[in-house]
């Protein structure tokens, strides 16, 4: 399970992973999120994420037509942002190999 403690320290590197193949909007990225297994996030999170990604240059959004409802905001990484997913890859597997270096690894997976 993934606490919120846990979700906390990852969630900015998984938002920016999330929009690394392609553009999404808010609630898409939520749901995403949710169903990889990070079911305690929560919307002002996702969306508070997203604005400090924003904020920082690495995503940018639009509109775009929502067809029946309501027109959707779409968020896309920036060159800075694709940069911030690099690096935040590189400190990923490092945190990873420590991890993996302190616990061993389950015999029964």
Known sequence: MVTPQMLKGVLPIVVLWTLAGQDAYGYAILQRLRGA???AVGDASVYGTLQRHFDAGFVTSYLSDGGAGPARRYYSLTPSGRQALDHARRD????????NAVVPADKDA
């Open 37 to 39: 297994g990070f079911e």
């Open 92 to 99: 990923w597997r490092a945190l990873e190999r420590a991890v």
